[in-house]
């Protein structure tokens, strides 16, 4: 990151992502052993998508300045401003049956959540699914698809975008009340190089232990960071909707929300917004 002055005074430039600077000092098994930078694609899970398709190893990552397409859960769109923020996905080829798979989004979002906390001593939250928040707001989020053939798993698909470097003028009016950055909430600006090498040696460490361990030490960390749970919430999971007290992610990492007649309902993914 470098400083350029020019008639109006002074003008931040934010230094561009290297790989040989995201590789130098990188300490991974391996997430990030194989690296694809690209100066903008559609969206970087459609690049991994086919990269995965054509035999790229477990651990592949695919990283981005900028997307024209970039997405989020349910089809939203991710603004994804050049320069600005963390643009990343990575092929996962775990041995595991598809209905293991979803547990792999939560292990994003704690990785998520050590890779800010690490970098910025910002303390990061998740909001279940696949939320990471820093008071109160969002600044981050995951995308997991996998695909399957048959009973086999091929791949998952893992995506991040968090909002590093935007300024309080790069959200639109409405966003501002949901959405941040970890710019914004730190107060200065934030080294994406760092963040990157920082969530790849987290998510190194994470998917080791699941491949190990299994599932259930992810879900012990995300139910400590996840603020949903003992929030009033309402769930919306296609034409249908919900409200309850969520009570506890399962060891597949549903959402279970206790409605006001007391009877329990397992999500596996949907909408939540939290009501008090």
């Excluded at 600006?189 to 790849?200: E, G, L």
């Excluded at 992610?249 to 309902?265: E, P, T």
Aim: hydrophobic fraction near 40%; charged fraction near 25%; glycine fraction near 12%.
């Amino acid at each position: 990151m470098g400083l350029m002055v020019d008639g109006e005074g002074v003008q931040e430039v934010l230094t561009p992502l290297q790989e040989s600077e995201i590789r130098a000092g990188l300490s991974t098994r391996r997430i990030g052993t194989t690296i694809h930078l690209f100066q903008e694609v559609d969206s970087t899970n459609d690049e991994a998508v086919a990269l995965a398709g054509r035999g790229e190893a477990d651990g592949t990552i695919v990283i981005a300045e900028a997307q024209r397409l970039g997405r989020g859960r349910i089809g939203r769109r991710w603004q994804s401003p050049k320069g600005l923020g963390l643009y990343l996905s990575v092929i996962l080829r775990p041995t595991i049956p598809p209905h293991d798979a979803p547990v792999l989004t939560l292990m994003g979002a704690v990785a998520g959540t050590e890779a800010i906390e690490r970098t910025t001593g910002l303390v990061t939250a998740i909001k279940w699914p696949n939320d990471l928040i820093v008071h109160g707001r969002k600044v981050g989020g995951m995308l997991g698809e996998m695909a399957v053939e048959g009973s086999r798993l091929l791949h998952v698909i893992l995506g991040i975008g968090i909002n590093v470097n935007q300024t309080e003028a790069d959200f639109d009016g409405e966003l501002r009340q949901a959405a941040s950055s970890l710019r914004v909430e730190a107060g200065h600006p934030i080294d994406r190089t760092a963040i990157v090498r920082s969530f790849c040696e987290s998510l190194d460490g994470w998917y080791e232990r699941f491949l190990c361990d299994g599932p259930l030490p992810i879900l012990e960390h995300a139910r400590r960071r996840c603020l949903t749970l003992g929030q009033q919430v309402t769930a919306r999971f296609g034409d249908q909707e919900m409200s309850g007290l969520a009570v506890e992610l399962d060891d597949d990492g549903r959402l279970v929300i206790r409605d006001a007649k007391g009877a329990s309902h397992r999500l596996l993914a949907g909408d939540v917004t939290l009501t008090g």
